[in-house]
C-alpha cells in the first residue's frame, strides 16, 4: 500500500511564493503518475498539475506559468513551486499517486495553502 504526505502549506500574501513537498513510500510502484490536486470550501477537488516517471508536466490553464510540478524518483518526492499566487489558489492542496498498470489512486491527507494580506 502507497503511502503519500504532504507538507510546505501555509499563510503567503498574493504575488507571494510557496514549496509543497509530497513524500511516498518507498514500495511506490515504478510505472505511475503523480500529481497534485486542490479542493476549496465548498467545491469540487480540481487537477493541478502532474508529472509522470518519465517527466513529462502536464498543467491545469488557471496555474500555467505560474506552478512548476517535478519529481525526484530517487527520493520517491513529488514538489509543486507555487509562484505568483492569488487569493483563488487558497485550497487544501492533495498529492495523488496513479499506478498505471493496476489503474489504483492513492491520495495523502493534504496541506492547507492560504493566499491573503
Known amino acids: 500500500q502507497v503511502q503519500l504526505v504532504e507538507s510546505g502549506g501555509g499563510l503567503v500574501q498574493p504575488g507571494g511564493s510557496l514549496r509543497l513537498s509530497c513524500a511516498a513510500s518507498r514500495r511506490t510502484p515504478n510505472i505511475n503518475t503523480m500529481g497534485w490536486y486542490r479542493q476549496a470550501p465548498g467545491k469540487q477537488r480540481e487537477f493541478v498539475a502532474l508529472?509522470?516517471?518519465?517527466?513529462?508536466?502536464n498543467y491545469a490553464e488557471s496555474v500555467k506559468g505560474r506552478f512548476t510540478v517535478s519529481r525526484d524518483n530517487d527520493k520517491n518526492m513529488l514538489y509543486l513551486q507555487m509562484n505568483s499566487l492569488k487569493p483563488e489558489d487558497t485550497a487544501t492542496y492533495y498529492c495523488k499517486l496513479h499506478n498505471i498498470r493496476s489503474g489504483i489512486d492513492y491520495w495523502g491527507q493534504g496541506t492547507q495553502v492560504t493566499v491573503s494580506s
Open positions: 508529472t509522470t516517471t518519465g517527466g513529462t508536466t
